[in-house]
């Protein structure tokens, strides 16, 4: 089925985080003729929806970029978000997803119904040079001035690990919950952790809460560090006064000390439980942990050989859909790759109309730990192009 329906200014593709964060910062624009595509059944939680893990970052991060006397100051005062914002450290992600459920509703309730298709996905983009078009599965078609692709990041299976390939799981299922299908009475062992990021000691950390559950079922965890390992510091003092490990990575003071807060690896560094276990592991106080340091995955081989489960924690790429440029391919979707943005905040080449929100992979590039910043700059960076 084809709808059509005159062009609209701006529409929206994906509205997790980060399309919830734009148009909470910059409420102006829901003042133009502007349409969401969401693929899930609501507007807000995204990915947060299914994390079962801890967060990076701390509730305090959050929805500072919401000006309490604009459109959608109140959602400041439901519960969810003020406990989520006075959780000084960090909190279980599924408080964010809950919080963002609250302010995606808000948004909702603004938007007339004709705009806010949920449970549909984009599946084509077309930018030309009059105007885009996003084609969604269910056959409808919408026309718009421009768009903003915010469809997060996603992991796909690494070509290195091909030969170990049938016994693969990614740290994502991991994440959402998937130990408790590895985790029956007779758990796999070993299992190997590829990649020693938030991601493999997040893993890592749910096979902790798994064996406190269940002390009778043990398993043995080794995780393969390829490259040092960074540790958020609040300060250099700190990191001076801390006890060193020999898989730590140790900050240059020219490039990763924080300007503006003095933090250390300040967007990159391990942090809360998997910083705690990290260390503690490092001191050989985790018995079912160990920890070994291969350059190159071949390395790894003999434990990847030995393997019960490997789980890839190897990165995320941009969660891209197919999309072309005047008929040219610029993305065939299934491309493992980083949206590379211009200054305006567009993909290049074009003529400036394609905006890109949040799909390069956490860490943020911006070296920050929360895209805060992002959310009102893209939006002014919007508003400008449609005058
Ligand atoms: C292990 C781990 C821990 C993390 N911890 C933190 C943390 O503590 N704090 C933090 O800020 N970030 C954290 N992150 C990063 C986090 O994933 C992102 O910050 C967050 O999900 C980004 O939001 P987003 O809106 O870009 O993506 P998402 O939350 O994934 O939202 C994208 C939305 O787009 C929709 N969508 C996708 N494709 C389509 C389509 N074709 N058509 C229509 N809709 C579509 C999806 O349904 C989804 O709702 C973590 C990431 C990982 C992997």
Redesign the pocket.
Known sequence: MTVAIEPLDLLL?????????LVTAVPELLERRVAI????GC???????E?Q?????SGS??FGWVDPRGPFGDVLEHPDVIALRTTPG?FR?SL?ARALRHVGAAIARRLPPSRLVLG????RVNADDEQITAT??SGRRLAARSVVL????R?TQRADLQPWRDKVIL??QI?KGGEGRLFGDDPPTPIVIVGS???GY?AALRFQEAMAAHPARRCEVIVVHRTPVKLFYTGWSEFEASERYPLEAIPDPARDVCPETGNLFRYSGLRHGAKALFRAASRQEVPWLHQIHCRALGEAAPWLDRAAVIIQAMG?DS?T?PLYRNGEAVWSGADRLVAELGADGCLPPGPGRLFV???D??P?RDNS???TGQYALRGKQILSMLG
């Open positions: 593709i994906g509205c997790g985080l980060r399309g919830t964060g595509v969401e693929a899930g507007l807000g939680p995204g990915s947060f929806a994390y893990i801890e967060s990076n970052s991060d959050f960090n992600l964010l549909d996905r984009v599946v969604l599965a915010a469809t997060g990041i992991e740290s994502s994440v990021s938030h991601s997040s995320y969660n859909l929100m949040g799909m992979p956490y943020y730990l929360t895209p």
